[in-house]
């Protein structure tokens, strides 16, 4: 039987990380049983195992910045890094001429969702479309990694959004795709929207110690 030391030098994490993921659903009985599996399969769990614990860490590391920038009163939001499915929308696509237009649009047919083609503070001339029953364009947005938030009606949807956009370089993220506004209203009335901005990690992303890939035996 392998002792949790050995598991843990094997994957290259720490005891204490290995024992807390057993405690949130990652068994180590399956990581003692796969280490009497043939080589090839302990091989690939086991680097299944260290890119699911890697990204987990990455997201806390990110909700741990996205708070502290909070926290300091650099963000009028509290960014979370997250993974969503894909999605199909029938939209109308409108060419936007001042961002003044959106609020407008939005205030003539409250759409469930808008979605703009930006990738910082919006200037003229810009792409823009709103979920619509009637006739209209399928849009499929794939499965992505976004940075969300949830924005309450007292700070602003342009506010929170250039508050986004400023923090992606500091987290060394860019656009990935549109964002998307969900507006969102409960059963009391109550109304919230939820932004949610695809990104992908920057070429010039510093790597940790941690990260760098161990040469294969």
């Known amino acids: 039987m392998w002792r949790i030391g050995e598991v843990a030098r094997m994957v290259g994490v720490s005891e204490r990380t290995l024992r807390h993921y057993d405690k949130v659903g990652l068994p180590l009985r399956r990581i003692a049983d796969l280490l009497d599996a043939p080589d090839a399969q302990l091989r690939q769990a086991l680097v299944e195992t260290v890119a699911a614990l890697r990204d987990d860490i990455a997201a806390r590391t990110a909700t741990v910045v996205a708070a502290e920038d909070h926290l300091a ?11 969503v499915g894909a999605r199909r929308l029938r939209v109308r696509h409108v060419r936007v001429a001042d961002p003044a237009e959106l609020a407008a649009l939005c205030r003539q047919q409250p759409p469930t969702v808008l979605l703009t083609w930006l990738r910082g503070r919006p200037g003229t001339g810009f792409r823009a479309a709103v979920t619509t029953d009637g006739p209209g364009e399928r849009l499929d947005l794939p499965a992505r990694t976004v940075v969300r938030a949830v924005v309450p009606p007292t700070t602003g949807v342009v506010r929170a ?10 987290q060394y993220l860019t656009v990935a795709g549109p964002t998307t506004e969900d507006h969102l209203v409960d059963g009391d009335g109550a109304a919230v929207t939820v932004l949610e901005i695809p990104v992908a990690a920057r ?15």
């Open 73 to 83: 009163g650099t963000a009028s939001v509290l960014p979370q890094v997250a993974r």
């Open 161 to 170: 959004g250039l508050d986004l956009f400023a923090w992606l370089p500091r």
């Open 203 to 217: 070429p010039d992303r510093p790597t940790l110690p941690h990260q760098h890939a161990r040469p294969a035996r």
